[in-house]
């Protein structure tokens, strides 16, 4: 029994907020809704709109509810003393990131650290491999003078070799 009420207090729930908003009035009015409840013969709970809507034998132990909706409140204008609001602090525009070019080959473990270091470091670079094309060999040699490896570029300052403290103040100071 406790089960049934549970069941048709919800649906009683249900009903009135799908009719409130589908039926509203305007919000300057108070809307009031009319709900028939009564029980069928096999003792199911039925919620209806109209008493025409209750079986004829079940009229007389309908019980009428009655659905009061408060008008929303309009919303407050500021008033004419109010302190005018606070503009946000604009935001430092963000330093632009350093370009860098990371000249590598895939048997050199020095070059994959150089790379695990700037990839540890969230640094966007584009790497260079030396040993697929002759044209980035050329293009290191004409930049460092020979083809040593790794080569990191930081806008336009070469490091040689693998050296994570000279990166990261380079990769510092242009940020």
């Known amino acids: 029994m406790a ?7 919800a649906l009683a729930v249900l009903l009135v907020g799908c009719a409130g908003a589908a039926l509203a009035e305007p919000a300057a009015e108070t809307t009031r809704r009319v709900f028939y409840r009564y029980t069928d ?6 919620f209806v709109q109209s008493l025409e809507a209750v079986p004829a034998e079940r009229r007389g132990a309908a019980v ?6 408060p008008p929303k409140p309009e919303r407050a204008q500021p008033r004419e003393d ?18 860098v070019v990371v000249y590598t080959a895939p048997w050199c473990g020095w070059c994959r650290k150089t790379l695990a270091h700037l990839d540890d ?10 040993d697929a094309s002759p044209g980035h060999r050329d293009e290191l040699v004409r930049k460092a003078g020979r083809a040593t490896i790794p080569v990191v570029e930081i806008d336009g300052t070469l490091v040689r070799g693998f050296e994570p403290e000279r990166i990261d103040a380079l ?3 242009g940020r």
């Open 3 to 9: 089960g049934r009420i549970g069941r048709a207090l």
């Open 171 to 173: 990769l510092a100071r």
């Open 41 to 46: 013969a096999s003792g199911n709970l039925h």
């Open 121 to 130: 470091r969230g640094v966007a670079y584009v790497e260079k491999d030396v």
């Open 64 to 69: 009428r509810i009655e659905v009061v909706r």
């Open 82 to 99: 109010a302190r005018p609001r606070r503009e946000r602090p604009r935001r430092r525009p963000l330093a632009p990131t350093p370009t």
